[in-house]
Structure formats: structure tokens, C-alpha cells
């Protein structure tokens, strides 16, 4: 039986097509795939790179501005006066003695036990100047004192607060005295800053 020359040509390029795809699939396509994926990582690549670029740009006025900051604090009085670390160190001990002898003449009704500089292990933009205070004091003299530091200029802080009773009444002789304020045994941090700036090295 003879074919229709038509039919014979149509089925024979339906074959070729068949072959083709089938060959495509087995050899070519992981190629192209393989390919797209990589033009998309390589677009995103380049969008991640000019974000980068873009925030260096910015860079040099970032530091500027924070150099402008730091030149005008100069005439801040919220910050010590003196310009080096025992210059310091003898300032905020002076200040917190003032603030301690406004609140009591009387020494044992507020005692400072010591007061000892110690050193910033976390330093920020501004050099720290840092008492280490240990005090007995009556709560009600110590709450005027904590206002005093809270009102102070140039500006002081307290951290790591601690308070303990001391219990000095107990062993009174007579229990129908009335018994005097109780100290408390006070231990804080008291800091300042000095006008000095702190160059780290991504300012330099």
C-alpha cells in the first residue's frame, strides 16, 4: 500500500520533531536551566554590590558629622571639665564629697567608706571617668543624695546599685528606747564623661 506522498512528509518531520524535543531534554536542557540560574545569581550579586557602594558613599559624611558632633560638645558643660583621666578622677570624686556634705554634717549619719576609680571596659564615643563608691547612710539622706546626682552638672550617672540593711540595732541594752535610723551598707558605679572623643578604628 502506497502512502500519500503528503502524509509520508508530515509523519516524517512529526518524527523529526519527536527526535528533536527528546534530544533537547536528554542533552540541552539541564544546560539552559543551569544557565538562567546563574544569570539570576549574578543580577542579584550586582544589586547587593551597588547597595554596598551606595552606603560607602556615605561614609566620609557620616564621619564627618559625627566629627562635628564630637567638636561641639567643646562648650557642653554636661560633660567634666577636666581633660585627662586623673584630672578626672580627682573632679568626680570632689563633686560626689559636695553632693555627700550638703546632705549631712554629721558623719555617722552618711558615711563615704571609699570611693576608688576603676577602669571602662566598655568604652564608647566618650572617654568614662568611673568612682567605685561604698557608703552607710541613712535611706532618707541617701534618696536626697541620689536627686542631688540626678540634678547634677556637670551630668553624673549611677549603675549597678546595691543596698543591704546592717541590722545595728538589735542588740540595743534598753528595748523601750527608741531606736535611731538604720544605715544601710550602699554600694554604686558613679561616672561622668570627659569631652575626650574615642578614635576606633573604623573613625580613623
Same mark, same amino acid.
Given at each position: 500500500?502506497?502512502?500519500?506522498?503528503?502524509?509520508?512528509?508530515? &509523519?516524517?518531520?512529526?518524527?523529526? +520533531?519527536?527526535?528533536?524535543?527528546?534530544?533537547? $531534554?536528554? $542533552? $540541552?536542557?539541564?544546560?539552559?536551566?543551569?544557565?538562567?540560574? /546563574? %544569570?539570576?545569581?549574578? *543580577?542579584?550579586?550586582?544589586?547587593s554590590r551597588q547597595q554596598?557602594?551606595?552606603? &560607602?558613599?556615605?561614609?566620609?559624611? +557620616?564621619?564627618?558629622?559625627l566629627q562635628d558632633v564630637? &567638636?561641639?560638645?567643646?562648650s557642653n558643660n554636661e560633660?567634666?571639665? &577636666?581633660?585627662?583621666?586623673?584630672?578626672?578622677?580627682?573632679?568626680?570624686?570632689?563633686? $560626689? /564629697?559636695?553632693?555627700?556634705?550638703?546632705?549631712?554634717?554629721?558623719?555617722?549619719?552618711?558615711?563615704?567608706?571609699?570611693?576608688?576609680?576603676?577602669?571602662?571596659?566598655?568604652?564608647?564615643?566618650?572617654?568614662?571617668?568611673?568612682?567605685?563608691?561604698?557608703?552607710?547612710?541613712?535611706?532618707?539622706?541617701? *534618696? /536626697?543624695?541620689?536627686?542631688?546626682?540626678?540634678?547634677?552638672?556637670?551630668?553624673?550617672? *549611677?549603675?549597678?546599685?546595691?543596698?543591704?540593711?546592717?541590722?545595728?540595732?538589735?542588740?540595743?541594752?534598753?528595748?523601750?528606747?527608741?531606736?535611731?535610723?538604720? %544605715?544601710?551598707?550602699?554600694?554604686?558605679?558613679?561616672?561622668?564623661?570627659?569631652?575626650?572623643?574615642?578614635?576606633?578604628?573604623?573613625? /580613623?
Open positions: 500500500m502506497n502512502l500519500d506522498p503528503r502524509v509520508s512528509r508530515w &509523519a516524517a518531520l512529526l518524527v523529526l +520533531l519527536l527526535m528533536l524535543t527528546t534530544i533537547y $531534554f536528554l $542533552f $540541552f536542557h539541564w544546560f539552559f536551566v543551569a544557565h538562567a540560574e /546563574k %544569570n539570576e545569581e549574578i *543580577v542579584m550579586l550586582n544589586d554596598y557602594i551606595n552606603e &560607602a558613599a556615605k561614609t566620609p559624611e +557620616l564621619r564627618k558629622l564630637k &567638636a561641639a560638645v567643646g560633660f567634666l571639665q &577636666a581633660d585627662s583621666k586623673n584630672l578626672g578622677n580627682a573632679e568626680i570624686t570632689s563633686i $560626689f /564629697k559636695n553632693i555627700v556634705n550638703q546632705q549631712t554634717d554629721e558623719t555617722a549619719a552618711c558615711q563615704i567608706i571609699s570611693q576608688s576609680p576603676t577602669q571602662d571596659r566598655e568604652p564608647e564615643q566618650f572617654e568614662k571617668i568611673i568612682l567605685r563608691v561604698r557608703m552607710r547612710c541613712q535611706y532618707e539622706i541617701f *534618696v /536626697k543624695i541620689l536627686e542631688l546626682i540626678e540634678e547634677n552638672t556637670p551630668s553624673l550617672f *549611677v549603675t549597678d546599685l546595691r543596698v543591704e540593711s546592717r541590722n545595728v540595732n538589735r542588740y540595743r541594752k534598753n528595748a523601750n528606747q527608741p531606736s535611731a535610723p538604720e %544605715n544601710l551598707e550602699i554600694r554604686f558605679d558613679l561616672f561622668a564623661f570627659l569631652k575626650n572623643p574615642i578614635e576606633k578604628d573604623d573613625e /580613623k
